[in-house]
């Protein structure tokens, strides 16, 4: 893989970057937090630019017949941003990871060592057509004395441009450098591939969207890689469940908002609770406009039920679509978890506490529920505030990524004149 050019506008762009980044890492919490603020403010002030920038990237959308799970996810009302301005008002009152002290002692020579948390630095964000994950990422970003380049999708362009021209406004009466959070320059797949080549210019990568996005950044970037996820989520149905709530929480975690990672795309029901639940399901599901895609068990239980394949099982689906299955056993829904989750979220509905301590304890993913629907796996819901992402790697950060993750961290050592004999 060749190097990014040198004097191309991402990399100018990434330069920027680290020269705001140098800036931000000795800044104190109260010019941060006052730049958020700030943020929080420009966004409902200027709502109606933000929205009318967005109506262009769904228009577009419309015409190109793209879908209308992903036509939700781009479009920006005045509700969702008046959500995503609380978003950067609770990032204000999160504590402050920087300079926290991760562990620390007086070492046998007398030297006094202490671990500290530091930003990561330059933090570039590619992202789909998602345009709150500008506003996220850039709050985050900032909280954590990180600069921020975003690269959304271009079918997303002029709601980000929008966006970003409104955080860097803030960013700046605030006195913080507004190159802190830029827009990375181009439409084209070559800017995302120079983004991933600049290597000493930008600290971490992260990906968020779709499968093949992911894949993308992980196989091709120089740059380091903090790993995202699909949501190939379960519900599992014990034969112990409570059937009311199992139908509440099965139609929450597929119907509440289906287009989005953390819905469920799988429910798996014990079959001895299958021939009392699955009716019960079926119509509830049917309410919320849920089509089935199951295995012979639901489709001798219904004949709306559409036959199962393996490529059902392994399908996040991001629509009213969900794969259904009986299972023999809590031992066999694992089995099939571990076969086909994407590392995500699974749910377990359950009277039994044996049978969730084992579920909990066998299904490796990056959030198990228990008695809860799988929509709670975000950052917000966790009480993060609005996360970078949800990371299904087994490093640093796993999960809903929120402050701490955007950290790394450095060790100060204090001696009196000591040497090394």
């Not at 990422?137 to 959304?152: H, I, P």
């Not at 599901?285 to 394949?309: C, F, M, N, R, Y």
């Amino acid at each position: 893989m060749s190097a990014t050019p040198r004097n191309s506008p991402v990399t100018e762009t990434a330069r920027r970057a680290k020269e705001a980044a140098a800036e931000l890492a000795p800044l104190p919490r109260t010019a941060r937090d006052a730049a958020l603020l700030a943020v929080a403010d420009a966004l409902t002030a200027r709502t109606d630019e933000i929205v009318a920038a967005n109506a262009l990237d769904v228009e577009k959308a419309r015409t190109a017949g793209t879908a209308e799970s992903i036509i939700d996810r781009l479009t920006l009302t005045p509700e969702r941003i008046a959500a995503i301005a609380s978003d950067v008002r609770d990032v204000v009152a999160l504590p402050d990871p920087v300079g926290e002290v991760v562990r620390g002692s007086t070492l046998p020579g007398g030297l006094e060592m202490r671990q500290v948390r530091v930003p990561l630095g330059v933090v570039g964000i590619i992202y789909e057509a998602r345009p709150n994950v500008t506003v996220d990422a850039a709050a985050l970003c900032l909280k954590s004395g990180n600069a921020v380049l975003l690269r959304g999708s271009s079918s997303a362009y002029a709601s980000n441009g929008a966006l970003v021209e409104v955080l860097r406004d803030a960013v700046a009466s605030a006195g913080l450098p507004a190159d802190a959070v830029q827009l990375v320059p181009g439409e084209s797949r070559d800017s995302v591939k120079e983004l991933m080549r600049a290597r000493g210019l930008v600290d971490v990568l992260i990906p968020r969207g779709g499968a093949s996005l992911i894949k993308s950044v992980v196989e091709e970037s120089t740059v380091p890689v903090i790993e995202t996820g699909v949501g190939n989520c379960h519900v599992y149905v014990d034969e112990k469940a409570d059937l009311d709530m199992a139908v509440d929480i099965l139609v929450n975690s597929k119907a509440q908002r289906p287009s989005v990672c953390n819905a469920a795309e799988t429910v798996l029901v014990h079959a001895g609770i299958a021939d009392a639940f699955l009716p019960r399901a079926l119509e509830a599901l049917a309410k919320a406009g849920v089509t089935v895609h199951g295995d012979a068990a639901w489709q001798k239980a219904s004949p709306e039920v559409v036959e199962a394949t393996d490529e059902d099982w392994g399908t996040e689906y991001l629509s009213y679509d969900i794969a259904a299955a009986v299972v023999p056993s809590l031992d066999a829904a694992v089995r099939h978890i571990r076969e086909w989750t994407s590392g995500h979220t699974e749910a377990i509905v359950t009277s039994d506490t044996v049978a969730a301590r084992r579920f909990t304890s066998l299904v490796d993913s990056t959030a198990v529920m228990v008695n809860a629907s799988t929509r709670f796996t975000d950052g917000s819901q966790f009480g993060f505030g609005a996360e970078i992402g949800i990371s299904t790697q087994k490093l640093h950060a796993r999960g809903p990524m929120g402050l701490p993750e955007l950290t790394s961290t450095k060790y100060v050592v204090t001696g009196d004149g000591h040497i090394r004999g």
